[in-house]
């Protein structure tokens, strides 16, 4: 009898610790996943960032050229300012296409790489 409960005792103490091993090894894999979608959002948010400011120092050019092209910079800066509202109306009406689903998609990618996380 003093056997079996020491062996239960044993099997309890192996049950808890492989509990605690599998919660720690949940809790890296949660901050290493969590930490890499942060990663891949501030990279997305500054890419975005400088082509924002090419955008507007291009459209800035642009405005410029085409105004003294017409021999009226403020035609310039209307035309150009009607084009980038035009691109705008496009990119609202193909946003689910064009950012909501690639940015899903590359953080869905970012979370269950399979690939990745057989490597480590």
Request: hydrophobic letters at 55%; one cysteine or more; glycine letters at 4%.
């Amino acid at each position: 009898m003093d056997q079996n409960y020491s062996n239960s005792e044993t099997f309890v103490e192996q049950v808890k610790e492989y509990v605690n091993t599998r919660l720690a090894q949940l809790k890296l894999s949660f901050v290493e996943k969590t930490s890499k979608v942060i990663a891949v959002m501030i990279a997305v948010a500054l890419s975005a960032l400088v082509f924002f400011l090419f955008l507007v120092l291009i459209c800035f050019a642009g405005a410029i050229v085409i105004g003294q092209w017409l021999e009226s910079f403020w035609l310039g800066f209307v035309i150009v300012g009607g084009m980038m509202l035009i691109a705008g109306f496009i990119l609202w009406i193909f946003k689910d296409w064009l950012i909501r689903k690639p940015i899903m998609n590359a953080l869905i990618k970012t979370m269950f790489d399979k690939e990745e996380d057989e490597k480590d």
